[in-house]
């Protein structure tokens, strides 16, 4: 197990190298370590760089980063390393909402900020009914939660396999590619329209370290120690879903990097969040865009799903970790 610090270290250089490579890679090659100069000169490449490639690098980065903390507070207060966003029903909300939009509405003068806040909206309403469905008289009964999710993700399919249904040609492509997640569309616009949301998100979760340390004890020994453990809860839940909702309103549906980033990063610094929730926003982002980067060079000058890919990478590794650490995955 390496050092928490050299890895948080590591990942703080790492993120500004990837950021340029992924800029520098696709159809119209750029050298990454000509970008300063490009941008300074305003000369080829200029206008690829500032209106393509750097939205779509720097969403990717906020996308990972929401996605990988929320994921490590769910599994910091579920106590369950196998924790995931999607467990509080905020994903499958967020899918449903995006999904009614697509089918029911599709265009008008509010289709560029209509999807996002569709999304948006239906995941944080999907995670409001699951919490109040959970709380009984005055404490949110972790149980309740997770089985109010479960159900709730069921509803959400029910209804976007309905929307799947009587969508036409045109809709089902947009919808079916929406789902599996894509940073197409992005623009410093959307960009803007999801930073209040994920700045909120990142600033509501980061400062529950201490917090969710005292929770790997139990609740009981949390509320001795001078932790309120309800609403801890509801801070950590709510946060987790403002940060799901917001990268899933800005990029679609995608997996497994809530639940392999946080994973991974407890196997080699330690389970300290002090240590994770940092760390996985960083490595979140990291992991997000390099896979956005081989989502969109793999088939140039087509482009998959970024579902696809964090699908393709992240499950055969978190079997692999599985395998390789199974003693250590006992004493997380």
């Not at 050298?31 to 080829?44: E, F, N």
């Not at 196998?82 to 265009?107: E, H, K, N, Q, R």
């Not at 509010?110 to 009914?129: E, K």
């Not at 803007?192 to 980061?206: A, F, I, N, Q, R």
Request: with cysteine; aromatic share 8%; charged share 10%.
């Amino acid at each position: 197990m390496l050092s928490a610090n050299r890895v948080k270290i590591l990942l703080i250089l790492m993120l500004p190298l990837v950021l340029c490579l992924a800029a520098a890679s696709g159809a119209y090659k750029i050298h990454w370590w000509k970008i300063p100069q490009i941008l300074w000169s305003k000369g080829d490449g200029y206008e690829v760089l500032i209106f393509v490639r750097f939205p779509r690098v720097i969403l990717s980065a906020i996308v990972g980063s929401l996605l990988a903390i929320s994921g490590a507070t769910l599994q910091g207060i579920f106590r369950n390393p196998l924790a995931d966003p999607g467990l509080v029903g905020v994903t499958a909300g967020a899918s449903l909402g995006a999904a009614l939009w697509i089918v029911l509405i599709g265009s008008g003068i509010f289709s560029i900020w209509g999807l996002p806040i569709a999304a948006f909206t239906g995941g944080i309403l999907v995670t409001v009914l699951v919490y109040q469905i959970a709380r009984t008289a005055g404490r949110v009964l972790t149980v309740t939660l997770l089985l109010s999710g479960i159900a709730f993700n069921s509803i959400a399919g029910a209804g976007i396999g309905l929307m799947t249904f009587i969508a036409d040609e045109e809709q089902l492509r947009s919808l079916t590619f929406w789902l599996l997640g894509s940073f197409g569309g992005a623009t410093w616009q959307l960009i803007l329209v999801s930073l209040p949301l994920s700045v909120l998100g990142l600033l509501c979760l980061l400062p529950l370290s201490q917090s969710l340390n005292a929770m790997t004890l139990g609740e009981s020994e949390a509320f001795h120690l001078g932790i309120s453990v309800n609403r801890l809860k509801r801070r950590a839940v709510f946060g987790a879903a403002l940060s799901v909702g917001a990268a899933v309103s800005a990029a679609g549906g995608i997996g497994f990097v809530g639940l392999v980033v946080p994973h991974l990063l407890r196997l080699v610094g330690g389970p300290d969040h002090r240590f994770v929730l940092p760390s996985s926003a960083l490595a979140g982002a990291i992991l997000l865009v390099f896979a956005d980067t081989l989502a969109r060079t793999a088939v140039s000058p087509m482009e998959l799903p970024i579902g696809i890919i964090t699908g393709a990478l992240g499950g055969p590794f978190f079997l692999w970790l599985l395998i390789q650490h199974k003693r250590d995955i006992l004493y997380i």
